[in-house]
T-cell receptor
Framework: AQTVTQSQPEMSVQEAETVTLSCTYD???????LFWYKQPPSRQMILVIR??????QNATENRFSVNFQKAAKSFSLKISDSQLGDTAMYFC????????????FGKGTKLTVNP | DVKVTQSSRYLVKRTGEKVFLECVQD?????MFWYRQDPGLGLRLIYF???????EKGDIPEGYSVSREKKERFSLILESASTNQTSMYLC?????????????FGSGTQLSVL
């Protein structure tokens, strides 16, 4: 069974600075997908970024980028130029390719961006 | 944009009541999911469905059942609510045929069982 671990329950950062959220996972699968989801105070979960395990290039979406280390089973999220609207819970998630579509989520990291 | 609508944002029920949580999506998605979110535990999958009238157990199905009579609607049923089912319930959907396409979530139902 796959597991996803987020070791930082809470983090804070000053506006305009850079912050990195960590995520590690455990799997015996070779083909899979990794995700970061954001849950703001409004509770609506939205996808931040998605990475296919077979791609060596790290995914990037505007101010959000990942550091994907397949051998280390690590998938960290970097937020550059942090904004107040980035304040949210962030969940790392794993999905195995070819299996059922369900995702396994980590326990989340609460990020607060301070003005 | 895809919209996933959960019928109630907040719900208060009594122990032993039968509770229905409704979820509707408007983008003809094949897959629908029910997750439970608890502080410090993240999201845990209760049930999911690939198609109408099809359902599969997730990681924590005990005490729950589901119904999918129409493609757009996926209901979570608590047959006899208990206090340990007090939680945030999140519904999600995704298109079929594409492995691990992103999930679209509703805004959640915060259920309190007294």
């Amino acid at each position: 069974a796959q597991t996803v671990t987020q070791s930082q329950p809470e983090m804070s950062v000053q506006e305009a600075e850079t912050v990195t959220l960590s995520c590690t996972y455990d799997t015996s699968e070779n083909n899979y997908y990794l995700f970061w989801y954001k849950q703001p105070p409004s509770r609506q979960m939205i996808l931040v970024i998605r990475q296919e395990a077979y791609k060596q290039q790290n995914a990037t979406e505007n101010r959000f980028s990942v550091n994907f280390q397949k051998a280390a089973k690590s998938f960290s999220l970097k937020i550059s130029d942090s904004q107040l609207g980035d304040t949210a819970m962030y969940f790392c998630a794993f999905g195995a390719q070819g299996g059922s579509e369900k995702l396994v989520f980590g326990k989340g990291t609460k990020l607060t961006v301070n003005p | 944009d895809v919209k996933v609508t959960q019928s109630s944002r907040y719900l208060v029920k009594r122990t032993g009541e039968k509770v229905f949580l409704e979820c509707v999506q408007d983008m003809d998605h094949e897959n629908m999911f029910w997750y439970r979110q608890d502080p410090g535990l993240g999201l845990r999958l209760i049930y999911f469905s690939y198609d109408v009238k099809m359902k599969e157990k997730g990681d924590i199905p005990e005490g729950y059942s589901v119904s999918r009579e129409k493609k757009e609607r996926f209901s979570l049923i608590l047959e006899s609510a208990s206090t340990n089912q007090t939680s945030m319930y999140l519904c999600a959907s995704s298109p079929g045929g594409v492995t691990n396409e992103k999930l679209f979530f509703g805004s959640g139902t915060q259920l309190s069982v007294l």
